[in-house]
């Protein structure tokens, strides 16, 4: 089975500060990585997504991730934030093979200006 | 595309009544899933469609709900009869990709059940 954990529930930051959120995984096979973003009252948007090659993935408005293999951990960072990054964040696997994407439980990241 | 969209956007239901959460997949897509998410228990994939065809639906809680597709380009989930702890909110994503890597939401219908 895969699960997914993010470790922090709420991040608050400070305006132009770096963040990390955190997520590692448990899986005994090859797995794809994401990220995804939502916004209040709003679905979820993809972030970022690791599939292959390069163990740092560039995502949108500033984000990137590393995949960690040794660790089984996919943090997410951004050297400087904004208060429009105020949002909640989901780590997710899907497992090589099939379809079903585990979503962690998220991470709500508070932006004070 | 003006992406997945769902509907209604809020649902406020009482108890034992009969609720159909309705879905527009992206045109084009192949793949169509239905997901709840409460501050519990987080986003939890209800079932999953690959080509109109329910392929996984281990996620449903129990017979009360039930999920169709009849065509490529509508899905509903229904919930009969439904109960307070159903109330969350209930997104419908679809993807192009098989191997569903990467996944467009919709914005979710808030389902309330007093």
């Known amino acids: 089975a895969q699960s997914v954990t993010q470790l922090d529930s709420q991040v608050p930051v400070f305006e132009e500060a770096p963040v990390e959120l955190r997520c590692n995984y448990s899986s005994s096979v090859s797995v794809y990585l994401f990220w995804y973003v939502q916004y209040p009252n709003q679905g979820l948007q993809l972030l970022l997504k690791?599939?292959?090659?390069?163990?740092l993935v560039k995502g949108i408005n500033g984000f990137e991730a590393e995949f960690n293999k040794s660790q089984t951990s996919f943090h997410l960072r951004k050297p400087s934030v904004h208060i429009s990054d105020t949002a909640e964040y989901f780590c997710a696997v899907l497992k090589g093979g099939y379809q079903k994407v585990t979503f962690g439980i998220g991470t709500k990241l508070q932006v004070i200006p | 595309d003006a992406g997945v969209i769902q509907s209604p956007r809020h649902e406020v239901t009482e108890m034992g009544q009969e609720v159909t959460l309705r879905c527009k997949p992206i045109?084009?897509?192949?793949?169509l899933f239905w997901y709840r998410q409460t501050m519990m228990r987080g986003l939890e994939l209800l079932i999953y469609f690959n080509n109109n065809v329910p392929i996984d639906d281990s996620g449903m809680p129990e017979d009360r709900f039930s999920a169709k597709m009849p065509n490529a380009s509508f899905s509903t989930l229904k919930i009969q009869p439904s109960e307070p702890r159903d109330s969350a909110v209930y997104f419908c994503?679809?993807?192009?990709?098989?191997?569903?890597?990467?996944?467009?939401f919709g914005q979710g219908t808030r389902l309330t059940v007093v």
């Open positions: 690791y599939l292959s090659g390069s163990t």
């Open positions: 045109s084009g897509h192949n793949s």
């Open positions: 994503a679809s993807s192009l990709k098989e191997m569903n890597t990467e996944a467009f």
